[in-house]
């Protein structure tokens, strides 16, 4: 075994520019799954557009982490359900995820809009009277995300701050494990005592409506809404936040972009899902393992063999998204998977899309002369985390 890990590429693959996937990528692609080797063992790389969506909706691959052979890319605590029905498959995958899905449907979307518009506008503000360069990561990006969450499930805004540092360190490939099991513990125990205060004393807000009618009635455990609270928290800000800031970053590269988007505000939409496109930040932690054999690709998986969905590498492919290793407004880019595909779709896709939008709008239409401040580390990259995105991105205007 060890002679024939040797042989195997490592995982993950590096970039040798920030601005696109590895360019191991679009070899890869020419050809079926492969072996890489990860932290513990190896797996399949899934690099094709239609063999990532073929895995995405065969139930001969399963999401459930407890399964032998499954691929380990986040180091978390050895929690029952920790990362809440993601992890999960079938009925009860279905079942957890119906009590969720009712605050994140495109209606109740439609319904938020109006009040994230009022948090853009006021971050905006704040953005405006504030010094110049400003880091648009810190006092924009990831903030707007972190209000939103936070207020849909009803956590106290002035925790803000503190659940962003803590997602950050549980989502961390640098953190050593009793940073991450720190914060996941400090995280957990914060839940734990809202959820329990929701359900004596009831708001308006999603954790409150599952504490009173799924809790309460025996339907979901409190350790259940426990992890899902934080599924939501960790997911429902570090993504989307990434997302804003690697995707004004594409629209500052090029100055023409913007004033498109000046000119002819419909492109805003199609723009945001070219964006998500691109950039496709969900890196390496979409894994599954086979539960039986299948062929994949003309690739013979075997049971017990994991399995790693390379999202960055399909939505290049150039057989569906011709010219896919650049930006272009005028693409039609909705059959994009950085959401996913299939049952485990994202249950946030509609949210994360409006409050990109959003977002987008306000800084188009409040800096005309918006651009990339001229100092040294302007743009900082992660460079070893689960979701890519950037550090810090230093704007003036």
Not at 18 to 28: K, M, V
Not at 172 to 195: G, H, K, N, R
Not at 333 to 344: N, Q, T, V
Request: proline letters at 7%; a negative charge.
């Amino acid at each position: 075994m060890p002679e024939v890990q040797e042989r195997l590429a490592a995982w993950p693959m590096p970039r040798t520019c920030p601005y696109s996937p590895p360019d191991a990528y679009a070899e890869l692609r020419r050809g079926g799954p492969v072996k890489v080797r990860i932290r513990t063992g190896e797996a399949w790389l899934i690099t094709r557009y239609d063999d990532v969506r073929a895995v995405l909706t065969d139930a001969r691959f399963s999401s459930d982490d407890t399964q032998p052979g499954f691929p380990v890319r986040i180091q978390l605590p050895p929690a029952p359900r920790v990362m809440s029905f993601t992890r999960m498959d079938g009925p009860e995958h279905g079942r957890l995820r119906r009590m969720a899905m009712t605050e994140f449907t495109a209606r109740r979307t439609r319904a938020l809009r109006p009040s994230v518009e009022l948090l853009v506008e006021r971050l905006v503000d704040e953005l405006e009277r504030g010094p110049r360069p400003a880091d648009l990561v810190a006092a924009f990006s990831v903030r707007l995300p972190s209000l939103v969450i936070a207020r849909m499930l009803g956590v106290p805004e002035a925790d803000e701050c503190d659940f962003t540092e803590l997602s950050q360190a549980v989502l961390s490939q640098d953190a050593t494990p009793e940073e991450i099991y720190a914060a996941f513990v400090e995280m957990t125990q914060y839940l734990d005592e809202l959820i329990r205060r929701k359900g004596r004393e009831p708001e308006e807000d999603l954790l409150s409506r599952l504490a009173t009618q799924y809790v309460a009635t025996g339907e979901l455990s409190h350790d259940d809404l426990v992890a899902m609270a934080r599924l939501f928290l960790v997911a429902g800000h570090e993504t989307t936040a990434h997302q804003l800031s690697l995707s004004v970053l594409s629209l500052l590269r090029e100055p023409g972009r913007l004033e498109r988007l000046r000119r002819d505000p419909d492109l805003f939409a199609p723009a945001v899902e070219e964006l998500l496109r691109y950039w496709s930040i969900t890196q390496d932690n979409q894994v599954r393992v086979a539960v039986e054999d299948a062929e994949i690709g003309g690739a013979r998986i075997a049971k017990g063999d994991g399995v790693i969905l390379a999202y960055p590498s399909a939505n290049h492919d150039e057989s569906v998204f011709p010219g896919g290793d650049r930006v272009d407004l005028d693409r039609d880019a909705s059959r994009h998977i950085a959401f996913g595909y299939g049952p485990h779709l994202c249950p946030g896709a509609s949210l994360a899309r409006m409050e990109l939008e959003v977002a987008l709008r306000a800084l188009v239409g409040r800096f005309p002369g918006l651009r990339v401040a001229d100092v040294p580390g302007a743009v900082s990259f992660r460079e070893n985390t689960i979701n890519y995105g950037l550090d810090s991105l230093l704007v003036t205007w």
